[in-house]
C-alpha cells in the first residue's frame, strides 16, 4: 500500500514569494491533516479535513496561509507572502477516521525561507 | 503552558540499559494517548498507543496515570535502533472537535 505523498520534499524562496506544498493521502483515508514542525520541536496542527471540509482551521494563520481539498482527496497548502518565521517542515498525515485513529504521516516537505 | 509536557532530554543511555520517559497533559478531557517515534529528518510513526491498563509490546511499555494526568514510556534492553525522538501525543476534546497534541519529543541516543 503507498503511504502519504508529499512534494516537493524540499523548497527554497526568498521572503515575500510565494509556495505551495501538495499531498496526496493514503487511499481510503477520509481525514487529512496539515502540520507545521519547527526544529526541536513537536508537530503543530495547522488543518484537519474531513473529507473536502475542513473541520478545524483554527491555528491555520489565515492571513497568509491558504489550503484546499477540493473533491476530498489530495490537497495542497500555500503560503503567501512567505515570511522568515515560516522556514519548517511541513507535514501531511492522513487517518481512516477522525480522533483517535493512528496517523499515517508523509516525508514532509522542508521549507527554507531566505 | 504547554498543553503536553515532555522532558527534552537528550537521554544518552547504554545499550542494554531502560529508560524511561515521561509526558504530563494540562486537558483533562483527553481521551486516547500515544506515543510516537521519529527518527532524524524522518516523519513520525506510531510506535504505541497507551491504554488505561497499560499495554506492553516486545521491550516497549507504556502507562497512563488519569488521576496525576501523565503517561510514561519503558523501554528495557535498549538498542542502538531505539536511537530517536519519542513523541507524547494525547487526543484532546474541545467541543465537539477532537485533535492530536503533540509534545515537542524526548530525544534518545543509545551509545554502544
Known amino acids: 500500500e503507498a503511504g502519504v505523498v508529499q512534494s516537493p520534499r524540499y523548497k527554497i524562496i526568498e521572503k515575500k514569494q510565494p509556495v505551495a506544498f501538495w499531498c496526496n493521502p493514503i487511499s481510503g483515508h477520509n481525514t487529512l491533516y496539515w502540520y507545521r514542525q519547527n526544529l526541536g520541536q513537536g508537530p503543530e496542527l495547522l488543518i484537519r479535513y474531513e473529507n473536502e471540509e475542513a473541520v478545524d482551521d483554527s491555528q491555520l494563520p489565515k492571513d497568509r496561509f491558504s489550503a484546499e481539498r477540493l473533491k476530498g482527496v489530495d490537497s495542497t497548502l500555500k503560503i503567501q507572502p512567505a515570511e522568515l518565521g515560516d522556514s519548517a517542515v511541513y507535514l501531511c498525515a492522513s487517518s481512516r477516521l477522525a480522533g483517535g485513529e493512528e496517523q499515517f504521516f508523509g516525508p514532509g516537505t522542508r521549507l527554507t525561507v531566505l | 503552558r504547554k498543553e503536553v509536557e515532555q522532558d527534552p532530554g537528550p537521554f544518552n543511555v547504554p545499550e542494554g540499559a531502560t529508560v524511561a520517559f515521561n509526558c504530563t497533559y494540562s486537558n483533562s478531557a483527553s481521551q486516547s494517548f500515544f506515543w510516537y517515534r521519529q527518527d532524524c529528518r524522518k516523519e513520525p510513526k506510531l510506535l504505541m498507543s497507551?491504554?488505561?491498563s497499560g499495554n506492553e509490546d516486545g521491550r516497549f511499555t507504556a502507562q497512563l496515570n488519569r488521576a496525576s494526568q501523565y503517561i510514561s514510556l519503558l523501554i528495557r534492553d535498549s538498542k542502538l535502533s531505539d536511537s530517536a525522538t519519542y513523541l507524547c501525543v494525547v487526543n484532546e476534546r474541545e467541543g465537539s472537535a477532537r485533535q492530536l497534541t503533540f509534545g515537542s519529543g524526548t530525544q534518545l541516543t543509545v551509545l554502544p
Open positions: 497507551v491504554y488505561s
